[in-house]
């Protein structure tokens, strides 16, 4: 899976398709290339055959039913039709939805456009550790409030939210809970029914299917949930989602359920191994480093790190013409901002601008592990000695003290 | 971010990096920038009192590429200049001569705000006034 000597450590940002997966894909685009609503002939038969395999494998891999798993074109559009829908679907019901401040931007943008259609939305503060408090969490229900969304398993951090109890809430209080669980299923057990989630989105290409191609869970039994369609024409997949299905992909995301549910647990603790040798190693090799988010409840493949007094574009140019991380440094974004996950957690600026996220995957080595310890330790130490506030810091000056000449 | 070839070898050698005596009378310190913005640079000179000639310039900068390649950048164009020619240092000047992209305009920026504070440093101890 590796070109020469790149080393790809950015998988919460994408996957890379599993041969396995591509392999499954092939056939229904010039064999069965049928659309699967085409009752009348083979060609539409093939391919509903794949689509309805495919629909049993995503709903194996979450304990659900396939009459609950609604294809999507991924899980930017999932959370879109479950905040919409819901709120448009329960609108005599309430209209207020309570999310967290860390939440994806594919939540809290359709959130802002929800408060635009009259909706009330409150957006939680998470503790320092980036979880809930699940006392601010009750203490924002309303007799308005429809729905809860909170994701699964953090996208900069890694950080599992207690699931369970929040559902525990949610149902005590007669309110849907949503989920964003791109991070989070194929990963590690995802289990809606178990937990009290009644609508879940989540995407092919975070577990290693292809890029297009998602499932929004809906709850079918006590409760019976429904939502509002966002995409109409035809009544495709119950009426929830209209538009000829991306069979190729459909049959890939299937496939990659397969395999995720079959190698999750062995997967999970080998990357965890990985992940703790990188993050100890340059834990140890470094001073005035700092790991963001619950060390207790995380993917085990993920570690966001904050070097102190070294910007993370800067940092990231040392090493990234061969690995390849992300950073929540505002120099990486388009917007100039730094990243607001980890202003959430109340990092503070500089500790955001020095951040470096590493999430590993499936075809990551252990060579390729050593070679990335390496690569960044001297890379921060190179940073450091361009820095003039490490140099200050070693100096023994107050850095909080100094009044900056802002521009 | 795809940077110039330039950019880059200011990024891979930086020119100048190091700390000058900011106590030295001869020496003028810009400090600008602040930590959470993600961008500090500290640029150095050291002038020939008789000639007000840069003898040496240093810098250390806590910023992304960009950020550190302008400031790499001004040391070299510092020495060798009077301190009335290095003010003459516009921001464009490094845009061109880095190809810096649009978002990444404000480190130039940055850079020539530090050279205007190092030479205002060096003046005011030395009882330099600006002309009215």
Redesign the interface.
Known sequence: MNQSNLIYLDNNSTTPTDPRVVEAMLPYFTQHFGNAASRNHPFGWAAESGVDKAREQVADLINADTREIIFTSGATEGDNLALKGVFEMYSRKGNHIITLKTEHKAVLDSCKKIEKMGGEVTYLDVNPDGLVDLSKLEAAMTDKTILVSIMWANNETGVIQPMKAIGDICAKKGVLFMSDATQAVGKIPVDPKATGVHLMAFTGHKMYGPKGVGALYVNRKNPRVKVTSQMDGGGHERGMRSGTLNVPAIVGFGKAAELAKAEMEVEAKRLAGLRDKLESALMANMEECYINGNTDHRMPHVTNISFK??????LM?TFNQNIGVSSG????S?S?E?SYVLIALGL???LA?SSIRFSLGRFTTEAEIDATIEQVTKGVNHMR???????MYKEGVD?DAVV???? | MAYSEKLLEHFKTPKNVGTLDKNAANVGTGLVGAPECGDVMRLQIEVDDESKVIKDAKFKTFGCGSAIASSSLATEWLKGKTIDEALAIDNMAIVEELALPPVKIHCSVLAEDAIKGAISDYKKKNGIVEPA
């Open positions: 007094h070294v910007e993370g574009e800067g140019m440094s505002a120099c990486t388009a100039l730094p503070g600026d500089d601008h000695d361009l820095s003039p506030i490490w140099e850095l900056w000449a802002e521009h």
